[in-house]
């Protein structure tokens, strides 16, 4: 049996997840996403007036800011925007908002590891808490490969310092085979091992987008309720 920091006991096995919506007052959706101790915060405003600069004739323009736990903003930050914005840019229908500007905020709270993977996962919930229009839903994922080359999914901070290479896959939800949104890998790493990884995210994957639905699902059917109550 294997004894991880946190007291799981198998390196397939995922930290338990947690998740609110609805959360800031003044943005149009928020979220807070948790794997464990590793806690994102995300806001989203839009669809909204865009500057001239920005404006796309034919589709809405979609801003990503992370802000870290701590201090300003380094080359990380700037590294985790430019990823999430290529990941959603698909997801949002933005056809059916044009001109206009979707800001997504990203706020670090405590980065224990896989903070990439929460930060997708807390920005697609607060998207749909926004009733932004998607195609799919994103749901994100990591895995590390140690120095005894095991595989360990979700790693902690205090495992990531064993780590030999770190892969962060996202997938959409289609019904047919899922399509990778976003692909991050670090370290030394050979081709099988990166489709090996590619394949353990993918398996695991679909115990988060099952999460992400019953998260909203659950929201949506408290609006209802107090909808019929008044």
Do not use: W
């Amino acid at each position: 049996m294997v004894s991880r920091p946190d007291r799981r006991d198998d390196n397939s096995q995922l930290r338990a997840f947690s998740a609110s919506q609805n959360i800031l007052n003044r943005a149009d959706g928020s979220s807070k996403f948790e794997f464990g101790s590793t806690s994102v915060m995300c806001s989203v405003s839009g669809p909204v007036e865009v500057q001239i600069r920005d404006e796309k004739l034919d589709e809405a323009t979609v801003e990503v800011v992370v802000r870290p736990a701590k201090g300003i903003p380094t080359t990380k930050e700037k590294l985790m925007e430019s990823m999430l914005r290529t990941a959603f840019e698909p997801v949002i229908l933005g056809g059916m908002m044009p001109r206009t500007l979707v800001q997504i905020v990203v706020q670090v709270i405590k980065d224990d590891g896989c903070i990439l993977a929460a930060a997708v996962n807390a920005i697609t919930i607060a998207l749909l808490d926004a009733g932004i229009p998607m195609k799919h839903m994103a749901a994100a994922i990591t895995v590390m490969i140690d120095q005894d080359d095991e595989l360990v999914l979700d790693p902690t901070a205090v495992e990531l310092e064993n780590a030999k290479s770190v892969h962060t896959y996202s997938f959409d939800n289609s019904n047919t085979r899922p399509f990778v949104l976003l692909s991050d890998s670090e370290g030394v790493f050979s081709e099988e091992e990166y489709f090996s990884c590619h394949d353990l995210c993918f398996e695991a994957v679909e115990k988060v987008h099952g999460f992400l639905r019953i998260a909203v699902e659950s929201k949506k059917n408290k609006e209802q309720q107090q909808t019929i109550g008044h």
